[in-house]
């Protein structure tokens, strides 16, 4: 099992650069078609990040709805205030997913992206997914399986044990695949599995490549997990492989659109 992953500043930052990204937008314009909520939903957006997720929900919502927006980590909470300030119905919070402060069948809708892959205790945090929503109530819950990452390189050898050092990032680097038995094992019906695959041709700030490559260096160097001179030497390769037109990044990500049974 790795260590789960709490953000320092910088890594939050770095974050915030990736869902700026065109791939990032886009999947976050997928998550809310196929969530679906109505003007008049309660939602919940359950580890919201640096906050595009809860202010792009609230545009959609209208005056009687609202976004309840929750995170563990403190310096993705600052960007999220900063970035949903301004808005009146949404209401951030610092909360466990394992331990949501919200009553029974509180919520119509929720939403968790890429946030229970970060979690060990999966099965308490799904059943107060279950909990929170109402009967009827729909969720899309979306997780990686890093398995599924194509991603070229000269040396094939390094970029595979840099990102294998990176999987410790979270504890479940493979739940994407995973997720249907655990859903249900809590009571609640999985309507509709897709993928999504984000496939870069190109190494620059506008692709989730490039800013991957960057939080992937931070985390493995600063957690000691690979030399910093080993990880220059694979950025230095990507770039040279980027140089030449030849880079090709896939990565496979599950959405699955779920709903708590009428009772
Ligand atoms: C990869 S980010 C995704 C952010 C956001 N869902 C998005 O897609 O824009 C994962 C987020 O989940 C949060 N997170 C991880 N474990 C959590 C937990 N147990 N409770 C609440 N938030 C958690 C992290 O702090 C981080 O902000």
């Not at 999220?80 to 949404?90: F, K, L």
């Not at 279950?130 to 997780?143: E, F, M, N, Q």
């Not at 390094?158 to 859903?183: K, M, T, V, W, Y």
Request: proline share 5%; net charge negative; glycine share 6%.
């Amino acid at each position: 099992m790795g260590d789960t992953l709490e953000y320092t500043d910088e890594e939050a930052q770095q974050e915030e650069s990736t869902f700026k990204t065109p791939p990032a937008r886009a999947r976050r314009q997928l998550v809310r078609e196929r969530l679906d909520f109505q003007p008049d939903d309660n939602v919940l957006s359950i580890g919201c990040g640096p906050g595009f997720e809860p202010a792009e929900i609230a545009e959609g919502i209208g005056q009687n709805g609202h976004v309840h927006a929750i995170d563990q980590s403190e310096a993705m909470l600052t960007l999220a205030e900063q970035r949903c300030s301004s808005t009146s119905n949404i209401t951030l919070s610092r909360a466990d997913a394992v331990a949501l402060p919200f009553a029974d069948d509180a919520f119509d809708a929720a939403v968790a992206v890429q946030v229970y892959e970060y979690i060990e205790n999966l099965d308490t945090a799904l059943a107060e997914l279950a909990r929170i929503l109402r009967p009827g109530g729909r969720a899309v819950v979306y997780d990686t399986d890093f398995d599924s990452l194509i991603w070229h390189a000269t040396d094939q050898e390094r970029i595979g044990a840099i990102c294998e050092a990176f999987n410790d990032h979270c504890p479940r680097p493979h739940l994407g695949s995973q997720l249907a038995p655990h859903l249900r094992n809590v009571g609640l019906a999985v309507e509709w599995v897709e993928p999504n695959s984000i496939l870069n041709t190109r190494l620059d700030e506008e692709t989730f490549a490039y800013h991957l490559m960057e939080a992937i260096k931070t985390y493995v160097v600063t957690r000691g997990k690979i030399t910093e001179d080993v990880a220059t030497a694979w950025i230095d390769d990507l770039q040279e492989t980027d140089d030449l037109g030849n880079t090709f990044f896939n990565l496979t990500q599950y959405l699955y659109v779920i709903q708590k049974p009428n009772e």
